[in-house]
């Protein structure tokens, strides 16, 4: 019989990213990736270089499945060669949703990294991560990590120094073989993320040696637990470095299967309605917010979340403990001038602000604006204008947005940062929860800007924007819970199916159409209106939120 095997984590780090990417994308609660939507001769091909060797596992949510991986370790003359692939599909929003990552690392004898290569194509052309890694030229010196990245069609490279040769999640279960599984020690590694570029402390724990089921068989394996980036996963690694079952967060799990049967997709409505709960945070409320744009103050209580103050603070948010507070942007006053902006007009691997046709695309966008605010409202209006609203699971260049003009928040986001910073007006991510009203109301994951407007004499103010929803400044129902890349919003990750949230107070706008009073919000997101597309660009929408 088919036995449930563990999500590899090459596969499973990247994915988690993926479900962040795919959750701020559209809004509702996503997953991995790993693809599909090949046509079966291109698919062929894609995967030819995988001989009798490879492993072949179903990936399943919760359950049901939603795509494949395939891996395979090769010898070479000096170490070894480590692939895996992986294809996901599923349906967001009534569309079909794709992506596909490839992973390959050269390894020494002791799998040690030497060098690796990355993609992510969500369909309309991949990010591809190239690394190459120097050992110290001699002892206690340290690494260079020298990086290419590819989007749009243009490549920018770069080199980091480390302390050590990072690992990455590839090898690891490798280099956890080679003499490391000793119950009760512990092991602490750099884990390099190929998705994010980054790299973070992974924390390894070795338990008792028992038996587990693999297939149907009985095999000896070393109980292992895993944090990282505040998400602890179980896994039980045999002798040999073969990761034989795996607990992954999130509902994650693979099933070893027949190359046939594991590239066999399809994406039950179970999926869909089980997404579209784990996007939603329904807070305890007295009724509903009828129209976000007439919220003038919002007070709320979080539990089950552990963010730093300086994020959950700022732009029309203060935050004191658990209990944030928000105000209608269109109220902020400025104040003395922010010293640190100058960071936020700097060029990033995906926000390529300083590319020719990003700066080209800007200035055509504000032309014959002049005046910070104005200028940032006009390019609020541009971006929205400019994309085709559609869900994708990518990993967002800005120049690859431009390039294909098709996203959902997050990709409306990278390009309006980039194009902000590219005519001098500094602007930062910011990723957390907006309000979509329903028949009971709830908050999904999204992201969007926030961008500082410079009024003179020494004076500005940090404003939240929303060129996804075409709305300036954003509304107070935008409740921030990280600034920055991938990197920064994995602090999110944690939260997932975590979060609660109570509603104590809210003010309205004089005139406004008055809060419904009556029973306390039960947790069924899933009664919401339907999410469907708005004409004005919101991920999600019901038909009053427009």
């Known amino acids: 019989m088919n036995v449930l ?45 995988y001989g009798s060797t490879a492993v072949w596992r179903g990936v399943y949510y919760r359950g049901e499945k939603i ?24 349906l967001l929003l009534g569309q079909d949703t794709a992506a596909t990552i490839r992973t390959s690392a050269r390894v020494d004898t002791a799998f040690t990294l030497r060098s690796f290569d990355f993609s992510l194509d969500p369909g309309t ?23 290419a990245i590819t989007s749009g069609g ?36 750099n884990v390099l993320d190929p998705a ?30 895993m944090e990282f980036r505040g998400l602890t996963t179980t896994s039980w690694v045999t002798d040999t470095g073969e990761v034989v079952r795996e607990e992954s967060p999130l509902g994650l799990m693979t099933v070893r ?93 995906l926000i390529e602000s300083d590319a020719p046709e990003i700066r080209a695309e800007a200035e055509k966008a504000v032309a014959g604006i002049d005046g910070a605010r104005a200028r940032a409202e006009k390019l609020t209006r541009y971006v929205n204008a400019l994309l085709d609203k559609k869900p994708t699971v990518s990993l967002p260049s800005a120049r690859e947005v431009l390039r294909t003009k098709v996203g959902d928040c997050n990709e409306h986001t990278a390009l309006y940062v980039a194009m902000a910073r590219s005519i001098g007006i500094p602007s930062r991510i910011a990723v957390g929860l907006v309000y979509v009203r329903g028949v009971t109301g709830a908050f999904y994951y999204h992201a969007w800007p926030e961008v500082y407007i410079d009024e003179g004499s020494g ?8 060129p996804t929803l075409n709305e300036f400044p954003a509304d107070a129902t935008h409740l921030r819970l990280a600034r ?39 947790l069924s997101p899933i009664s919401l209106d339907a999410p469907q597309r708005s004409t004005g660009g919101c991920c999600w929408w019901s038909p009053s939120r427009r």
């Open 484 to 522: 920055g890349g991938l990197d920064k919003q994995a602090a999110i990750l944690p939260l997932i199916g975590r979060l609660k949230m109570t509603v104590l107070d809210m003010k309205l706008a004089e005139n406004s159409t008055p809060i419904l009073v009556g029973r306390p919000s039960d």
């Open 67 to 90: 795509g494949f991986t395939v891996s395979q370790t090769t010898r070479t003359e000096d170490g070894f060669e480590l692939q895996e692939d992986g294809r996901l599909q599923m």
């Open 459 to 466: 004076r500005g103010l940090w404003l939240p924007v929303d």
């Open 257 to 349: 299967e027949s190359p046939e049967r594991a590239r066999g997709l399809a994406v039950p409505g179970g999926v869909q309605a089980d997404l579209l709960k784990a996007a939603a945070v329904v807070p305890t409320m007295k009724g509903r917010i009828d129209e976000p744009r007439d919220v003038r103050r919002l007070k709320l209580r979080l539990e089950g979340v552990d963010l730093p103050r300086e994020e959950l603070n700022g732009a029309g948010q203060t935050a004191d403990a658990n209990v944030i507070e928000i105000v209608d942007a269109r109220s902020l006053q400025a104040g003395p001038r922010d010293a640190s902006v100058e960071r936020d007009l700097i060029a990033e691997p």
């Open 196 to 225: 994010t570029l980054q790299t973070a402390a992974m924390t390894l724990h070795v338990g008792d040696r028992s038996v587990v089921r693999s297939n149907e068989t009985l095999v000896p394996a070393f109980r292992v637990e």
């Open 154 to 189: 243009a490549t920018r490279t770069e080199t980091r120094e480390l302390p050590e040769a990072p690992v990455l999640s590839l090898n690891l279960s490798r280099m956890l073989a080679s003499g490391r599984l000793v119950p009760g020690s512990s092991h602490h590694w």
């Open 125 to 147: 052309g991949p990010v591809i991560v190239k690394g190459t890694l120097d050992a110290p030229p001699q002892a206690g010196g340290t690494y260079r990590l020298h990086l």
């Open 5 to 49: 095997q563990p999500l590899p984590r090459a596969f499973s780090r990247p994915a988690a990213f993926l479900v962040l990417i795919a959750w701020l994308a559209t809004m509702a609660a996503l997953v991995n990736r790993s693809y599909l939507q090949a046509s079966p001769a291109n698919l062929a091909t894609d995967l030819a270089r």
